[in-house]
């Protein structure tokens, strides 16, 4: 994104050329109603790049305010399709008796439309800086493995998931979600 211009490197998901922008060396994407987890697929937005060998993917992200309903979300994805695939994310807390604190991160995968792993952790107890963290997806074969940091130099591991998919594109979303009924 150092150019001001997007690379063609990048192809853009159900793109709503209104909601996403480069400032600079920053990528601003407003979080469209929708996600590609369960039955809540249409997320607009979904920037993605070919990935099919290993790779660290690393991002730094500041959302405008710390997520707050059950479906908002944003972060890193290994992307096949809307039903398998895996997503590295600040959301809202993890918990949904938990109304209030930090946020949290979760990772979470799906093969064939079925969550196959999720991961929370709650970031209540680290300290945030504007709501941004750095977030980092690591692959290696078939297992992904994330990380975070507050501060772009130490990263703490955040889980682990195993999922052989296809045709792989890696790459960043911003979620405003749906509560499903």
Same mark, same amino acid.
């Given at each position: 994104f150092n %150019?001001?211009? +997007?690379?063609?490197?990048? %192809?853009i998901l159900?793109e709503?050329?209104s909601?996403w %922008?480069?400032d600079?060396?920053a990528l601003k994407?407003k979080?469209?109603? #929708?996600?590609?987890?369960?039955?809540?697929? #249409?997320?607009?937005?979904?920037?993605?790049?070919s990935?099919?060998?290993d790779?660290t993917v /690393? /991002?730094?992200?500041?959302?405008s305010?710390?997520p #707050? +309903?059950?479906?908002?979300?944003?972060?890193?994805?290994a992307?096949?399709?809307?039903?398998?695939?895996?997503k590295?994310?600040y959301a809202?807390p993890?918990?949904?008796r938990?109304?209030? #604190?930090?946020?949290?991160?979760?990772? *979470?995968?799906?093969?064939?439309?079925?969550?196959?792993?999720n991961v %929370?952790v709650?970031l209540?107890d680290?300290e945030?800086s504007?709501? /941004? +963290?750095?977030?980092?997806l690591?692959?290696?074969? *078939?297992?992904y /493995?994330?990380?975070?940091s507050?501060?772009g130099k130490?990263?703490?591991?955040?889980?682990?998931?195993d999922?052989?998919?296809?045709?792989i594109?890696?790459? +960043?979303l911003?979620?405003?979600?749906?509560?499903?009924a």
């Amino acid at each position: 994104f150092n %150019s001001g211009k +997007l690379s063609s490197a990048w %192809s853009i998901l159900r793109e709503d050329a209104s909601a996403w %922008s480069l400032d600079g060396t920053a990528l601003k994407i407003k979080a469209s109603e #929708g996600d590609i987890s369960e039955s809540n697929d #249409g997320a607009g937005n979904i920037f993605l790049q070919s990935a099919n060998s290993d790779w660290t993917v /690393t /991002t730094k992200i500041s959302c405008s305010r710390t997520p #707050g +309903l059950p479906s908002q979300n944003a972060g890193l994805l290994a992307y096949q399709d809307d039903d398998n695939f895996v997503k590295f994310v600040y959301a809202a807390p993890g918990f949904r008796r938990e109304q209030s #604190g930090a946020g949290s991160l979760q990772l *979470s995968c799906e093969s064939d439309g079925n969550s196959k792993a999720n991961v %929370s952790v709650s970031l209540n107890d680290v300290e945030l800086s504007g709501n /941004t +963290l750095w977030l980092r997806l690591v692959k290696r074969g *078939s297992s992904y /493995t994330a990380y975070y940091s507050v501060d772009g130099k130490k990263y703490v591991e955040a889980g682990k998931v195993d999922i052989i998919l296809k045709d792989i594109n890696a790459g +960043l979303l911003a979620c405003n979600g749906v509560i499903p009924a």
